[in-house]
């Protein structure tokens, strides 16, 4: 055999290797996950423009959560993980004391629509501190966009109405975890992310159990089944004090490719 026939072997036998490994652990060069969430909230809690701020009344409601996250092999680099967390409440309340909201002055008891919209973006960047088949632990921050509005509006012939919004980013710590069940399919997971300063609070807890369908080379799928809880004790973010608390269950599926 010649030289070249020697090099034109060794390239061959390289290449072949490499598409070989590729195909068979994709998921060290690039790792994605996309899923997505129904949660149906109870809500409670208070807004306005100050406090002490009156508590309202709120309809349950289906919530809508939605996320993509990508891993890689790279020490030095954090992952990301993109999500979208609908959380929104309306209900109808009587104003039983001296009220103002939004610059308006409502009437003592009467009764008003009251609505709250405080979707939000989270943005984490995290690291893999364990990942096997029987423990997994994600520690990071969230950068989390709240974008939305808070109103209230009288149920009278005028009508009056006052309405605040909010566009606020907020830093929070970020953790995830995963402990899986040897041979049954079955993981628990628990995942949160909190930050508290002052008068003010949020945190967006979850856990639950879930269990992996579809496992192949080609796309993991796992059904998850839980609890989810988000509180937001904001004081003074853009003019808007609150303590609302959504709790309640929630079902989802996440796709690993």
């Given amino acids: 055999m010649n030289k070249n026939s020697i090099i034109k072997a060794t390239l061959s036998l390289v290449l072949g290797s490499a598409v070989i490994m590729g195909q068979a652990s994709a998921d060290t060069l690039l790792g994605v996950y996309v899923g997505g969430d129904g949660w149906r909230t109870d809500v409670t809690g208070s807004f306005g423009n100050s406090e002490p701020a009156p508590d309202f009344n709120f309809n349950s409601k289906t919530q809508g959560s939605y996320f993509i996250a990508l891993e890689h092999p ?94 606020q980013w907020l830093p929070l710590l970020y953790i995830n975890s995963k402990v899986g069940l040897p041979l049954t399919g079955l993981d628990v997971f628990a995942q949160g992310s909190y930050i508290g300063w002052s008068d003010s609070r949020m945190y967006d807890v979850q856990a639950g159990v879930a269990y992996e369908i579809i496992d192949s080379l080609a796309v993991d799928v796992r059904l998850k089944l839980g609890y989810r809880a988000v509180n937001l004790r904001l004081d003074d973010l853009d003019n808007l004090y609150s303590n609302l608390d959504f709790k309640g269950p929630f079902a989802g599926i996440e796709l690993h490719f």
């Fill in 74 to 167: 790279i020490p030095v680099l954090p992952n990301i993980r993109l999500a979208h967390n609908q959380l929104e409440a309306e209900g109808m309340s009587r104003i039983d004391g001296q009220f103002s909201f939004a610059g308006e002055e409502f009437t003592v008891n009467t009764s008003v629509a009251n609505r709250v919209d405080l979707t939000n973006t989270d943005i984490v960047l995290y690291y893999e501190i364990l990942d096997n088949s029987i423990v997994a632990l994600d520690i990071g921050v969230n950068g989390k966009h709240i974008k939305g509005s808070a109103s209230v509006e009288e149920q009278t012939q005028n009508g009056l109405q006052g309405e605040e919004s909010v566009s």
